[in-house]
């Protein structure tokens, strides 16, 4: 039998060491070492009296002649879910998806398994956390109480892959969560992150021998990252964060990494009585109740993988009493916004030091890509001015350290997108070249292309002087330049 000895392990990062250390050097971690027992490598004998063992198949690239082809992809019926997945469940494949509490995981993945089980697949949903009956009351809530879904309770995951291995191979089996799985082949308590990382090797290994898609909820830190081990996000295919907000009705599923698709790509989905519902048109649930007549907002036309997507900057600017004025950000990188000040100020000639800066992406979905820093820099000075922006026009730009605003990608299918809900205009950066052809406008868009902040800053202040106020009130003055006088 093989010796047992004490190994000490951060349950953030996987560190392991031989004594018990207050931070992890690894992560910077406090209090995240654990002591695990773990079983020693038995020492190697000579060569001759090892157990031979076979060597791998080599299989062509092109395929057999005449080899029986199965379908590469499984559709979930659910559109929203294939979108991210890249088209449908890949054989084989294990998708890590994880999530706040309450957000609703449970809820979308008995969904997904209902529509499958609907289409004559076989779809097993194992629960960790809860029993058989309460997983029934969840389906019969939704309306799904009659899809021929096998149902099971167990943590064991020797016994996991031994009853799923009887009969056809399902075509989707469900694990939630992955961190109250647990081996018998490691000594060590459900969660920690010996049991995690063997546990989830054993489901990959058989989702990669039977061809069985495997879902693997994870629970999630207070920083919203995954909790256990990194190196569960390496092993798996596919990893995935449901994501939203208590206050907000709709949920959206990015995907973050994704082997057989593209990353980055989102599902919406709204949150009714009756579970989750896709949502079509995006563009149009996050500009619903949208103020046209409000100083301070300006419609951004971004890229959420493959689909483009209209959203509402909002932007407050008033002068602070504190001696550091406060910068407060929701749905956006803080640090892009203290670049933004600081290339207004020292390019575009605009004040804001003394001004405390609130910024807000509406509906609660948080942008990641750089081409909003032309819509937020347009409301930033719309509210600093009071100036209104046109109603029918979009921003999309991407700033510059130098205050020169650069082009970004796939601008013909944010126009297209701006188009088709009714925005006739567009502040886009100057095209490559002068018909404008290079990036995808038609002769019917009406783009006004921009080169600098200046330029931005005069249009504004040129609004603000002649554009009336909610209650019939002209704009206040236009911002003030660094270059005048106090």
Not at 159 to 173: C, H, K, M, N, Y
């Amino acid at each position: 039998m093989a010796k047992i000895h004490q190994t000490f392990v951060c349950q953030s990062c996987g560190a392991v060491y031989n004594r018990w250390r207050g931070r992890c050097e690894a992560c910077n971690g406090w209090n995240t070492i654990v002591e695990e027992a773990a079983a020693a490598p038995g020492q190697s004998g000579p060569a001759a009296t090892r157990p031979s063992r076979a060597r791998g198949r080599v299989f062509p690239l092109e395929g057999l002649t005449g080899e029986a082809k199965e379908a590469p992809r499984v559709a979930s019926g659910i559109g929203e879910l294939d979108r991210v997945t890249g088209g449908g469940f890949v054989r084989g494949s294990v998708i890590l998806l994880g999530g706040d509490p309450g957000i609703g995981k449970s809820t979308l993945l008995m969904q997904a398994s209902a529509a499958m089980a609907a289409q004559g697949e076989r779809v097993a949903y194992i629960s960790g956390e809860e029993a058989v009956g309460q997983v029934r009351l969840r389906a019969e809530r939704l309306g799904l109480s009659r899809h021929p879904v096998q149902l099971a309770a167990e943590t064991n995951v020797e016994d996991i892959v031994e009853t799923l291995s009887q009969g056809r191979p399902p075509a989707l089996a469900i694990i939630d969560s992955i961190q109250t799985m647990w081996t018998e082949t490691v000594e060590s308590a459900p969660g920690t992150v010996t049991q995690v990382r063997s546990s989830a090797q054993a489901l990959i290994r058989f989702a990669k021998t039977t061809g069985t898609a495997v879902i693997l909820v994870g629970h999630v830190t207070k920083d919203g990252q995954i909790a256990g081990p990194r190196v569960v996000e390496h092993m798996v295919d596919a990893v995935a964060s449901f994501e939203g907000d208590q206050g907000h009705h709709f949920r959206i599923l990015r995907a973050v990494k994704n082997r057989f698709g593209p990353t980055d790509e989102i599902g919406v989905f709204e949150m009714t009585d009756a579970g989750l519902s896709e949502v079509p048109n995006p563009s149009a649930l996050f500009l619903a109740g949208r103020d046209h007549q409000a100083a301070g907002t300006a419609v951004f036309a971004g890229m959420e993988g493959t689909r483009p997507l209209l959203v509402e900057i909002q932007a407050l600017v008033a002068p602070s009493s504190l001696g550091m004025p406060r910068r407060a950000v929701v749905g956006w990188d803080p640090n892009r916004l203290s670049m933004v000040l600081a290339v207004l100020e020292a390019h575009g000639g605009i004040r804001l030091g003394a001004h405390d800066v609130y910024l807000n992406v509406a509906g609660g979905l948080r942008i990641t890509e750089p081409a909003a820093d032309l819509a937020v820099a347009a409301a930033l000075v719309s509210s600093l001015s009071g100036a209104v922006l046109p109603p029918e026009t979009v921003f999309f730009g991407e700033i510059g350290l130098s205050g020169a605003i650069r082009p970004v990608a796939q601008t013909g299918a944010r126009l297209k997108e701006a188009q088709k809900l009714g925005f006739g205009k567009a502040l886009t950066p100057q095209s490559r070249s002068e018909t404008g052809r290079s990036d995808g406008r038609g002769e019917g868009d009406k783009a006004m292309s921009v080169e600098s902040l200046r330029h931005i800053a005069d249009l504004v202040a040129g609004i603000g002087a002649t554009a009336p106020r909610r209650g019939g009130q002209r704009g206040r003055s236009a911002p003030r330049y660094a270059d005048e006088d106090a």
